[in-house]
């Protein structure tokens, strides 16, 4: 089998699995088809020229943000991240991967990146559902804050010995990363 032919039959199979939810194997497969494009556009040494009509980074990208999902749905933000930025170093602006970026980083507790990819998103394609992700973290960062202020003052004598000192906060209107936790 020709290889053009070879790593597309392989992404329709992964395909496959990944609608069965079989996230494990698709991501093992999506790894596979990963590495035969590589392998094909190595051996063509056309960088990101065609072959049969399609563009090896483009088509790369595509496939590391299937991978972001699968990731995602696994729960395993960090790896989504890592798959989105492999594809946003192949096709930056790449809506999908902004969004899944997105959402991998609020998975993670990383409230100001996810508000930035959220709207890097909306920039891009003024998708309906980044400008939702990113009013419920402005609103999520409001009652964090109004919690936060609630403490310091129900606490005035000593309120950081109240709060986790690793405490990050931004008094930023867009974005939060506080985490308050009382001892």
Not at 26 to 48: C, T
Request: aromatic fraction near 6%; hydrophobic fraction near 35%; charge should be negative.
């Amino acid at each position: 089998m020709e290889e053009s032919v070879l790593w597309k039959a392989e992404k329709e199979a992964v395909t496959s699995l990944f609608k069965e939810q079989k996230y494990e194997e698709a991501i093992q497969g999506y790894g596979s088809v990963l590495e035969l494009l590589r392998g094909e556009k190595s051996a063509q040494k056309l960088g990101s020229l065609e072959c049969g009509g399609v563009e090896y980074d483009e088509e790369m990208a595509k496939i590391e943000a299937n991978l972001a999902q699968c990731h995602l749905h696994q729960e395993d933000p960090h790896s989504a991240i890592a798959a989105c930025n492999n594809c946003l170093a192949l096709h930056p602006g790449f809506e999908k991967a902004l969004f899944r970026r997105g959402q991998a980083h609020k998975l993670a507790g990383h409230s100001d990146m996810a508000q930035e990819d959220f709207k890097k998103c909306y920039e891009v394609a003024k998708s309906p559902r980044a400008w939702q992700e990113m009013h419920r973290l402005e609103k999520t960062c409001s009652e964090i804050h109004a919690k936060f202020e609630l403490l310091l003052v129900k606490n005035s004598c000593n309120p950081l010995s109240q709060l986790d000192r690793s405490a990050n906060c931004c008094r930023s209107d867009t974005l939060c990363a506080t985490r308050v936790e009382v001892t």
